[in-house]
């Protein structure tokens, strides 16, 4: 299960990807999802990310990946869900704001997405206002 992800900073000509930390869980099965395909502002323009969220309500994510359609010009997040048995008991927050700077994808190295210690990552949204991106997340605990 996703404990938490950031991208850093490519070197020249390379594409910005997350890094990922799973820890073993205790889930029975997983499913698929596929995000509807949104425009990508036809440059990959990181600031459209915000109308894809990424949601395994009742589970919690397994893995993710941003897919582009043929053409180029639209995005969308594939994951997987872990269904769990057990109760979750889950909290919202968000990351700190940190600048959109020119909407590259780069920018998005200032962002950590986390959960801690003993939770696993329910869902995550890119949020954007007044110049500034954000992580609203979901983080939760598996109970007995």
């Not at 910005?16 to 425009?39: C, D, Q």
């Not at 109308?51 to 594939?78: A, I, P, T």
């Not at 003993?118 to 992580?135: A, D, E, T, V």
């Amino acid at each position: 299960m996703l404990q938490l992800f950031y991208t850093e900073k490519p070197s020249i000509g390379n594409i910005s990807m997350p890094h990922i930390v799973t820890l073993p869980g205790n889930a029975y099965n997983t499913r698929k999802v596929y995000n509807e395909f949104t425009t990508d502002g036809d440059k990959g323009e990181v600031i459209f990310l915000d109308r894809q969220k990424v949601s395994c309500y009742g589970g919690l994510l397994n893995d993710f990946k941003l897919g582009r359609n043929g053409g180029h010009s639209m995005y969308r997040y594939e994951y997987n869900c872990c269904n769990l048995a057990g109760r979750l008991s889950c909290q919202g927050k968000s990351t700190g704001s940190s600048s959109e700077g020119s909407w590259e994808s780069f920018y998005l190295d200032r962002q950590t997405v986390a959960c801690s210690c003993g939770q696993y990552l329910q869902s995550f949204q890119l949020k954007r206002n007044n110049s500034r991106l954000r992580y609203d997340i979901t983080c939760c605990r598996v109970t007995r």
